[in-house]
């Protein structure tokens, strides 16, 4: 019994798809809806090729009409093409390719290195269909690399000629994790990332208007000064406080957010006139109270700084006296 083996469950009539072999004889199943259960390996037998086709022969005896074509005349969605990324758990995330246009696609989706590229997933997504291609690790996120994704569009008949669709995708946490929203027939929550959405051109600019901006005069919009705010005088920087997406995040992610809102709020703090201001840093391995310090230390409007509150938060919080 291998990964990707078809299997089907020995006393029920669930069937489904080795993902993973776990230790203790314990086999990972994905069922149907992409449920995964662990099962132990007893419970389970390898649906063979033999017994696939003579399923396949029962299915066959019987009678059927004759089939016909459902596909409607004429190419109705243009549009349509994605990328899903759907949340498995906190960890994991499953690549879906939908396409929700009136074309088949033959397609290619691959992962170009140094050398080479490495294919992901290639061969015909159906009109109005969606493809799993495969699980990705959010740690991993940073390793990803690119995605190329290469199509042809294709329909029985006749049907206006389209031009190939290439689209090159490379992923950046600050923008990937905020493009969550429904997934079109999968009618699942994802990262959605759409293939072949209008590109945004610039209209060239003629002379006259050229003419025109460059003899244009900039004056100066009217400012008034801004009021500073007065920040809060105990500053929590637990990473849970500061963002809801820490569990996407690195170590060295969260201490960046840490210490750009520790900034943030000292200088606050001295534009508002404030004479002190604590930041709850917490205990941990010490290397944001350390950092903290060092900081302090070096900065020309801070008198000093001390342990605060050891009562209530032991050593995890600094009060920074200002000149």
């Known amino acids: 019994m291998n990964v990707g083996d078809k299997v089907r469950f020995v006393h029920s009539k669930e069937a489904g798809i080795v993902t993973r072999i776990l230790p203790n004889n314990v086999i990972e199943v994905e069922i149907e809806d992409g449920f995964r259960v662990p099962v132990m390996k007893r419970e389970l037998a390898v649906v063979s090729a033999q017994e696939a086709q003579a399923f396949r022969g029962q299915a066959s005896a019987k009678p059927t009409e004759k089939a016909t074509e459902t596909r409607p005349t004429g ?45 992901l997933s290639g061969g015909m997504l159906k009109a109005k269909s969606s493809l799993k291609v495969q699980d990705l690790l959010i740690k991993d996120f940073e390793d990803w690399g690119t995605f190329v994704f290469n199509c042809l569009y294709f329909t029985i008949g006749f049907a206006p000629e389209r031009a190939p669709l290439s689209k090159r995708l490379k992923f950046r946490a600050n923008t990937f994790f905020k493009n969550k929203r429904k997934a079109p027939l999968l009618d699942k929550d994802a990262y959605l990332f759409q293939l072949d959405a209008d590109e945004k051109i610039e209209e060239p600019l003629n002379a006259q208007t050229l003419m025109e901006k ?52 000292l200088e606050k703090a001295i534009a508002s006139g404030m004479d002190e201001i604590t930041f709850i840093h917490g205990v941990g391995n010490g290397v944001l109270r350390m950092e903290l310090h060092r900081r302090m230390s070096k900065h020309k409007n801070v008198k000093f700084f001390e342990d605060a509150q050891k009562e209530k938060f032991g050593y995890g919080a600094t009060k920074v006296k200002i000149k």
Do not use: C
């Not at 549009?79 to 498995?88: C, E, S």
């Not at 919009?221 to 705010?229: A, C, F, Q, V």
């Not at 809060?232 to 201490?255: C, G, P, W, Y």
């Open 75 to 119: 190419i109705k969605a243009e549009k349509g093409i994605f990328m899903a990324f759907v949340p498995l758990n906190d960890r994991e995330l499953v690549l879906h390719l939908v396409n929700n246009t009136d074309w088949d696609l033959p397609y290619t989706l691959t992962m170009p290195t140094e050398r080479h590229q490495r294919g």
């Open 214 to 265: 460059m003899f244009e005069k900039n004056e100066p919009e009217p400012t008034t000064p801004s009021k500073i705010e007065r920040p809060a005088s105990v500053i929590d920087l637990h990473i849970e406080k500061l963002t809801r997406d820490f569990l996407k995040l690195s170590n060295t992610q969260m201490v960046e957010i840490q210490l750009n809102a520790f900034e943030t709020q």
